[in-house]
């Protein structure tokens, strides 16, 4: 600044030999010290600008005193300039022309960067002042629109030290997630990093992105190499500028001014340093353009200030605001100009990740084009990408973002302790979870590809099914991190948590008891008369009949037999037989789900269902119908009993378990579709990032028929369930059917057949000795 002053004062064509001093005011970081120095100094015109450690502070001493009472404001609204560094989020301040691009503009570029890579929650580390608090406001606010949100927010104080630090950071390692979006002021000695660094967080697994107060932290080393080191692997952002032949001879002018100083030689001009030289020529054209319009600047006494007798008030207050928001000039790194808002044009930044010995440039942001490898101004196109980054660590794969569990916090599983159909799942004698759901969770664990610390807590008494809803709520209210189980969707908690991909089907069905009577089979096989090939077989048994003797005994078997078996599948296809081959019917009228609403009779359900509600909310059946059953033997004495006996007339309950029940109970059936359709999912926190790894785990495990294999360790010993209980329907006659008939036909034609060949035996040996008896030549012969 004192260059641009330099600068100024010797330019003949402005300000018209009217020279410009710089004042220097240092405000301690106080607001309220801001305010009365801007009421103290009100008589002449000021530019208020700190150090570069202190970038927020003039829109915060503009924020205070607009808030003052009304009689003791500064009364003019062009008095103060915000000349350093990305500002604040504020509401409109009449007193407040922004030279610096706003943080909002920031963090939008950073939430576009966390939307990149997936991950849904940060931790927000901001300085507990306007600056902090609403920088990271915004950011929550982009955030959310990408269905991402700040898990946890760490304020530290504007004059944080070692021990506040710690304290902060050693709380957030236990909380989840391992995205960090540092917001604070510029600080030479990377104070919040170094800590960070001795408790072992900036290194692989951990996310670590910065606004631009760390390269305007950097810059000012010029080229430090154990600042470097300390943040390797962060990810900042850094407005964009151009390289200009008056950059190149402003920094080489910087670098002859600490020269003539004594300053340190790794004190580096940033950009916010360039764009202060820009803010001074900013004011002196506009104060040149006043001095040409009203040709000196005066001052008044104002009425307002009674205590003051001596406070002044600049006349020319809102021309030059006016002048100032209408410049329009090339600076050394930009355009300056404002935009309907008073804040400077300006919404492009590089991003950078910090490697050994400096900055790698992965890619640009725009509010445009968003993010992009190339240079906005070459983007075609909306996709966004970012070059190769180098995660702290030195880990080039994108960094998970989260801990799911370890050994201090493991994953909280609850599951069911259920009472009935423990085969599903249960607790067992010493506490510890099993059942098939369990198998299977663990079988998901195994191919999810990070190791996830897990224990398991049981819900419920052990004296019933325990509430399937209590259970999903405990996740929803942060008890348990998931609930493994027999869990169904349904609409009452499907908002609560998120749910993975089923790995099971289900849906309510009827079991129901088989009985005596029958009815008549829909579909019957065509008579063998309308073939081809039975037709041969009858003329080919008419012929061996018109040649047997009719006085031979064996014939009139064999004739009988065929006869009958003629007689059998002949009669096989007419009504008197068909009636006797039918399905049997059900022992009660409950057929569908229509005849289970209108009957009025007594319904089962099991204990912990949904089927209660289901039938309560959506069928408008009355409570005092349903009757609850808990054990497998409930549900078959219940049914046996009937409602005649203080039974019920049918049961609704999920398709697995009426299957597991019809595999140990012979004497019952299932109606052939379920009346709903859903799946037994694991629940897990909302946004948990383990439910994407769970269903990608339970996809592979179904494609590689794992999943089938697990069903079949546990329910399949003594054959599958669906397959046990089910008694074969005769849609059909096949050869089976007729088996003995054709049995009986076979050994009747061999018995015949060998009668045959006996007595003709019996009767070529008669006539051998009938024939030697009447030649005795032949047998001397």
């Known amino acids: 600044m004192e260059m641009a002053v330099a600068d100024v004062n010797s330019d003949p064509t402005i300000l018209n030999g009217t020279q410009m001093d710089l004042v220097m005011e240092d405000l301690g970081c106080s607001a309220f010290m801001g305010s009365i120095k801007v009421t103290a100094k009100s008589h002449t015109f000021q530019c208020y600008r700190e150090g570069s450690s202190g970038n927020y502070r003039p829109s915060v001493v503009c924020h205070h005193a607009y808030r003052l009472p009304h009689s003791q404001r500064p009364p003019n609204p062009g008095d103060l300039l915000c000349s350093h560094g990305s500002g604040p989020v504020l509401p409109p301040i009449p007193l407040l022309c922004q030279d610096s691009t706003p943080d909002s503009t920031q963090m939008l570029a950073l939430a576009d960067v966390i939307d990149l890579y997936g991950w849904k929650e940060v931790i927000a580390v901001f300085e507990d002042t306007d600056y902090g608090r609403n920088g990271v406001a915004a950011l929550g606010d982009f955030l959310a629109t990408r269905m991402s949100t700040i898990y946890y927010k760490l304020p530290l104080s504007p004059h944080y030290n070692h021990s506040e630090i710690s304290e902060a950071l050693v709380v957030s390692k236990s909380l989840g997630p391992l995205v960090y979006v540092v917001h604070i002021r510029p600080d030479p000695l990377l104070r919040f990093f170094e800590i960070a660094q001795s408790l072992g967080m900036v290194s692989a697994d951990y996310v670590w992105l910065a606004t631009d107060w760390l390269t305007s932290s950097l810059d000012s080393l010029s080229g430090d190499e154990d600042s470097f080191n300390l943040v390797r692997g962060v990810v900042t952002l850094r407005p964009r500028v151009a390289p200009t032949p008056k950059r190149e001879a402003l920094l080489a002018r910087w670098e002859e001014m600490q020269k003539k100083k004594g ?29 040409k319009e009203q040709g000196e600047i005066t001052f008044s006494s104002t009425e307002r200030f009674h205590e003051l007798e ?32 008073p804040d400077i044009v300006g919404t492009e930044y590089e991003v950078l990740n910090v490697g050994d010995n400096g900055y790698v440039r992965v890619g640009f942001w725009s509010n445009v084009t968003g993010l992009s490898v190339q240079s906005p101004e070459l983007v075609r196109g909306n996709g966004q990408s970012l070059g190769r980054v180098t995660w702290p660590g030195g880990v080039a794969q994108r960094p998970r973002g989260w801990v799911v569990a370890t050994s201090e916090r493991p ?25 098939y759901c369990i198998d299977l969770f663990l079988e998901v664990l195994k191919l999810v590809p990070y190791d996830v610390p897990h224990r398991f807590f049981s819900f419920g008494d052990g004296l019933k099914n325990p509430s399937y809803d209590q259970l999903v709520r ?39 008891s088989s009985g005596s009577s029958s009815i008549v089979q829909r579909r019957l096989p065509r008579p063998p008369s309308e073939t081809a090939q039975n037709n041969v077989s009858i003329q080919l048994l008419h012929s061996i009949q018109s040649k047997l003797r009719k ?32 399905v049997q019917q059900l022992s009660t009228s409950i057929t569908r789900l229509d005849s289970l609403i209108s009957s009025g009779l007594p319904i089962g359900y099991q204990v912990g269902s949904f089927a209660y509600s289901y039938m309560t909310n959506n069928l408008n059946i009355h409570p005092s119908r349903l009757i609850s059953s808990g054990e ?53 926190q909302k946004n948990s990032p383990l439910v994407v790894d769970v269903s990608t785990a339970i996809l592979k495990l179904a494609e ?33 059917s007729f088996l003995v008939l054709y049995s009986l036909t076979g050994i009747a034609a061999v018995i015949a057949f060998s009668v045959f060949l006996f007595r003709a035996f019996r009767q070529y040996i008669d006539y051998k000795r009938r024939q030697l008896q009447s030649d005795p030549s032949s047998l001397a012969a």
């Open 263 to 291: 300053l340190s030689k790794h004190s580096g001009l940033t950009e916010y340093g360039i764009y202060d030289y820009d803010t001074v020529w900013l004011v002196a054209y506009a104060v040149d353009k006043l001095l």
């Open 310 to 341: 001596n406070f002044k008030v600049f006349d020319g207050g809102e021309a030059l605001r006016r002048l100032v928001l209408a410049s329009n000039f090339t600076g050394l790194l930009r355009q300056v100009r404002f935009d309907d808002s």
């Open 411 to 435: 994953l909280r599983v609850g599951f069911p302790n259920r009472i009935s159909f423990s085969d599903f799942v249960s607790q067992h004698n010493d506490s510890t979870a099993q059942g």
């Open 474 to 512: 405990l996740v929803a209210d942060d008890v348990l991190d998931a609930a493994v189980g027999d869990i169904a969707i349904v609409t009452n908690i499907i908002k609560l948590v998120d749910f993975t991909l089923p790995f099971a089907a289900t849906g309510l069905t009827i079991p129901w």
């Open 551 to 582: 006085q031979s005994a064996a014939g009139k078997l064999v004739m009988v037999v065929w006869l009958f078996l003629l007689l059998v599948i002949t009669s096989s296809y007419t009504a008197s037989l068909s009636s006797v081959l039918t």
């Open 632 to 684: 497998p033997e409930e549900y078959e004495a219940a049914l046996k009993r009937g409602p005649a006996n203080g039974g019920i007339a049918a049961i609704v309950d999920e398709t697995p378990y009426v299957e597991l029940f019809l595999s140990k109970q012979k004497d019952y059936g299932m109606a052939r579709q379920p009346f709903t359709k859903s799946g037994w999912e694991f629940a897990f």
């Open 704 to 736: 590689s028929g794992q999943l089938g294999k697990i069903n079949n360790r546990w329910f399949c010993k003594s054959g599958c369930p669906g397959e046990q209980g089910k008694k074969p329907e005769p849609d059909e006659l096949h050869l089976n």
